[in-house]
């Protein structure tokens, strides 16, 4: 079983990216994986290793100012920096794999940025896989906060904020995972007021999936859910207009479905999808 290997990836702006490569045979199938708001790639390594071990060339780049990426902490220009960021990553999996499309699996706000890049150049993709996607947040910024950091893009952008999201107890519920989450020192725990703008405005982009060239698309929710809203994502899906469309769920899990009971399922399912879908 092959472990990864450490590379920078030169983003568009000459940003250098760390990112895991998990490498296969040539020509096999390419899994571009993108991490949530928080978290980086040291979090998914047991589900790359996972895809990785079933033929999958994995990517795994840590998102610009986040993960082991320390210059500019938490922070974006806008959304279309982080989007042609993520298709970078995508064309430079390709090279690496001797593949024309890549698989894209989002988890989190991952989902987000995954569903924006297929709008964004759909040609590059191949299938997409969300994990429980951060497109309908049940946990936001406050309304003093959102009015603090609207203030700020026009002062100081660069000005950082809170992330809503650090108690581990939304992630998982297994004692290990939280001591991991709650020691980690590479998760963001601050973004910047541009960063949360390009998110929102990241928000029309992913808006018009629906009206793309269609691939298979899978849909992973975890049951006990307290990051996203499950109905309104699980609608979303079902009114595209797709002809491949899976929607499984795990009824027990967290967020990081990964990080529970339910992790042998989680990482077969996708492999199977993944495979189905090559």
Known sequence: MTEYLDITINLPDGYPAHARHWPAAPGAPAVLHLHGIQSHG???????RALNSAGFVVLQPDRRGSGRNQRDRGHAESAQQLIDDGLLCARRLADLS???????????????????????????????????????????????????????????????YPIPLNDAELFTDNPEKKRFLENDPLTLHEATAGFYLASRRMDKIWRKLGETSAVPLHLILAGNERIIDNERTRAFVQELPWPVRRITFYEKSRHTIEFGDDRDAFFADQINFLRSAT
Do not use: C, Q
């Not at 988890?107 to 709008?119: F, N, Q, R, T, Y």
């Open 98 to 160: 001797g593949v024309a499309r890549v698989h894209i699996v989002g988890v989190s706000w991952g989902g987000k940025l995954a569903a924006a890049m297929h709008v964004t150049n759909s040609a590059a993709i191949a299938s997409l896989t969300l994990v429980a996607p951060g497109i309908f947040p049940i946990i936001d910024v406050s309304a003093a906060e959102k009015f603090r950091i609207g203030w700020s893009m026009v002062t100081e952008p660069g000005k950082s």
């Open 42 to 48: 040291g979090w998914y390594t047991d589900t790359a």
